[in-house]
């Protein structure tokens, strides 16, 4: 497996891993979970929503890095993380590993990439977010792994209207 920054090539690629990496979860479980009326509210434009967000995934002159897994020249996963200099903190805001090529490594080395990158930069704190369901299991466990302590965080949402 070979890591490389991102390239404006990766858009369409890491869009449609992005969307096979997170249909399981938005569909199958927050969908469900939550009903239609706080799906829909909240996250109901997830797929554009993505797509608007891979538009600027790489944006080194923002603090945005971005960088892709490669098996042979297939892309396998991404991570992407923001580097906030002013509080020396950098946050692993994304990370995706195709289902296909999950439990190989490639999530493990891309957060070590990322991790790498903002100790590089001299920044003193790491950071990720994840979700506390059972979609979200593998994730919690290499970010322990990795080292990451984590905080419990339970947020709350309900319909307004039936």
Same mark, same amino acid.
């Given at each position: ?17 992005? !969307? ?62 923001? !580097? ?79």
């Amino acid at each position: 497996m070979r890591i490389r920054t991102y390239e404006a090539s990766d858009f369409q690629p890491l869009l449609d891993l992005t !969307i096979a990496t997170f249909d399981p979860f938005y569909e199958g479980s927050y969908r469900p979970l939550v009903g239609e009326t706080v799906f829909a509210n909240l996250h109901g434009a997830w797929r554009r929503d993505y797509h608007d967000l891979m538009r600027s995934v790489h944006d080194p002159q923002r603090g945005r890095h971005a960088a892709v897994a490669l098996l042979d020249d297939t892309i396998v996963g991404y991570a992407r993380w923001v !580097i906030r200099t002013d509080r020396s903190h950098g946050e692993l805001d994304m990370l995706a590993v195709a289902p296909s090529y999950r439990g190989h490594g490639a999530g493990r080395a891309l957060a070590q990439h990322a991790i790498d990158h903002m100790r590089a930069a001299g920044l003193d704190v790491a950071s990720i977010n994840t979700g506390g369901d059972a979609f979200h299991a593998p994730a919690r466990a290499l970010y322990e792994e990795l080292g990451f302590t984590p905080l419990p965080v339970v947020n709350y949402t309900m319909p307004l209207r039936p």
